[in-house]
């Protein structure tokens, strides 16, 4: 990056929040393997990582107040430019959770790629890959081997256990396509 576009993206973060939730930022960026710019939200409880010997690497991010990152031994979580995860999500990597940039990620969301335990004859771990400008509603579970297309709408409530396409609105348990956001509202 730029010596001007840095100081531009610092500029931005000042004028659009608040000194503490920046200073609250420096500080926690610390626990993160590879970081931007980092802002922390809504106070205390400040986001807890749980690092067993794997990697976080974020750009410019917006955590609140509860987020836990939890990553494996030679694990790894990705979170791109501009993404922000609100109160008290969970992301659990044992191998890899990618989540591009620009995603909105609401309340209570679960994001893991294993099943926490071996089941015979099954694999237990599985990549999961959020493509760009996603959102997540309240209370989603994301599970293991899930790939959510660039700009696709997850319903609050929902149980994500199949990939998602591209602009697809999805819903319900188990999440199932609602209509397709590339269609204008007469061909609906």
């Known amino acids: 990056m730029r010596f001007d576009e840095l100081k531009r993206h610092v500029r931005h973060r000042v004028l659009r ?3 503490m939730e ?3 930022g420096l500080i926690f960026s610390r ?3 590879r970081h931007g710019l980092i802002v922390l939200s809504d ?3 400040w986001p807890r990582v749980i690092n067993k010997g794997g990697e976080i690497h974020t750009e410019n991010c917006q955590f609140y107040s509860g987020v836990r990152l939890e990553v494996d031994e030679g694990a790894r979580i990705e979170i791109g430019n501009g993404t ?6 969970l992301i659990h ?3 890899l959770v990618q989540i591009g940039r620009n995603c909105k990620i609401s309340w209570d969301v679960v994001i893991m790629d294993t099943d926490m335990h071996a089941i015979p004859g099954r694999a237990s771990v599985k990549p999961v890959i959020i493509e760009d400008d996603v959102w997540i509603g309240c209370r ?3 599970l293991k081997g899930v790939r959510i297309g660039r700009g696709a709408v997850i319903a609050a409530g ?4 199949k990939d998602v396409s591209a602009s697809t609105v999805v819903a319900g348990v188990p999440a199932r396509a609602v209509f397709d956001l590339r269609k204008t509202a007469e061909e609906r």
Request: glycine share 4%; no cysteine.
């Open 17 to 19: 929040f608040s000194i």
């Open 140 to 142: 989603v579970i994301v």
């Open 43 to 45: 106070g205390r409880p």
């Open 84 to 89: 922000y995860l609100n109160r008290n999500t």
């Open 158 to 161: 929902s149980v994500v256990t």
């Open 22 to 24: 920046n200073l609250s």
């Open 31 to 33: 626990k993160l393997t």
């Open 93 to 95: 990597a044992s191998e």
